[in-house]
């Protein structure tokens, strides 16, 4: 008697069934537990506080430049990049001092 109905462990010749076999669709996210925060005893805080934005860095960063250059070139430039760290390092203190 011929056998009518294909074998099951024997693969297809079709090649929609074999990526039907495939699964190709990501993995599910894990699910996040959520916390209620309305009973504990100290909320999280809502925003982190920040200093004000300055240039002071960017003043440090030209004179580090300078001071750099100096040294290929000629001192006076070097003198011009120390006196402008010293600024920068003094007017950046002096900031963050008034802040609070």
């Known amino acids: 008697m011929a056998d009518t109905q294909p074998s099951t462990n024997r693969p297809s010749d079709d090649p929609r069934e074999a990526a039907r076999a495939i699964d190709v669709r990501p993995p599910t996210p894990a699910v996040q537990p959520r916390v209620d925060h309305t009973d ?3 909320p999280p805080a809502a925003h982190p506080v920040l200093p004000r934005p300055t240039y002071w860095p960017a003043a440090l960063a030209f004179g580090i430049t300078l001071l750099a250059w100096g040294f290929v070139t ?3 430039i070097s003198l011009v990049g120390i006196l402008m760290i010293l600024l920068a390092i003094g007017g950046w203190i002096g ?4 802040e609070h």
Do not use: D, K, N
């Open 95 to 98: 900031e963050l001092l008034h």
């Open 74 to 76: 000629t001192i006076a």
């Open 40 to 42: 504990s005893a100290s």
